[in-house]
Each structure stands twice: as structure tokens, then as C-alpha cells.
């Protein structure tokens, strides 16, 4: 099922965990999931591939919450919610991808520069005003810190 243009329902689902793991509720999420996640498509990921001209290859979307227990997420990660992607770009490196997102005139909830290897990109469809947060994770003493980025 398309989202938009360029992004799919299954892209958005898929899990090398939750096959693993044998957790089925991964792949049948409920509606309110697919609509947050049409909503990301359509506010962040379609225009951002659209300015971009690229493929935007997107290694996590929604995650069922015993995927995201599973991999140690954190418990009210946007993931659950079907509210973030982490995503690359093929010929763009982690931080220019992180500041093309962040001088962009995008509108995004959480923008998160993880470990300079993905960028994790939120959209809530739910409040009135996403918070354009930016944040860089950084490994500090074998433990995660998110520094204003
Ligand atoms: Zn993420």
C-alpha cells in the first residue's frame, strides 16, 4: 500500500527483529499507526525525497512495542506510535543529512543525529505544533547522551 508517491506501508514495517522474534503484530498494526505513519510520509519523508531526488532508505519506522522492548528502546519512543523513521541517503554522510533536514523548512517533531550512522526524523499529526527539536546522540562512558544539536 502506498503512503505517498514513493513510500509504502511495508517499507514503513519492517522489522529484522520482529521476524525473528516471531512477533507478528509488527506487520498488522492498527489504523491509528498507518494514519501517523501516512502523516510522517506526507509532512517530512515525501518532501524531503522530493527535494532531495534520492532514494531515502529507512531502516526503522514503526516498531510494535515488543520490537521496541526487544531492541531496548526507549519505552515512549515515537516509534511505538508509528511517529518516527530512522533513514539514510545514499550519497549524503549522517551530519549532512542531519543538516539538510534541520536548515530545511520542514516542519518535524524530533530530529536526532544517532552516533553520526542514522538520523531519526518525528512527525506527531496529534498536537498543534511540532517542536523542531534537534538533538545529536552521542556515546559517553558506554551510555547514550542527546546534546542540542
Ligand atoms: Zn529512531
Request: glycine share 6%.
Amino acid at each position: 500500500m502506498h503512503l505517498t508517491k514513493n513510500f509504502y506501508l511495508d517499507e514503513m514495517l519492517t522489522s529484522q527483529s520482529a521476524v525473528r522474534l516471531g512477533f507478528d503484530e509488527q506487520f498488522t498494526p492498527d489504523q491509528a499507526v498507518v494514519d501517523n505513519l501516512r502523516a510522517l510520509c506526507q509532512n517530512v519523508l515525501q518532501p524531503l525525497r522530493d527535494g532531495l531526488q534520492r532514494a531515502i532508505l529507512t531502516s526503522s519506522g514503526y516498531r510494535c512495542p515488543r520490537v521496541n522492548q526487544a531492541i531496548n528502546g526507549a519505552p515512549n519512543s515515537q516509534h511505538v506510535f508509528g511517529q518516527a523513521a530512522d533513514i539514510k541517503v545514499g550519497h549524503l554522510t549522517t551530519e549532512q543529512l542531519y543538516q539538510r533536514i534541520k536548515n530545511s523548512n520542514l516542519v518535524f517533531d524530533q530530529l536526532i543525529q544517532e552516533f553520526d550512522r542514522w538520523v531519526h526524523v518525528s512527525y506527531n499529526p496529534n498536537i498543534a505544533a511540532n517542536r523542531r527539536q534537534c538533538l545529536r546522540a552521542v556515546k559517553v562512558d558506554g551510555k547514550t547522551k542527546y546534546l542540542p544539536g
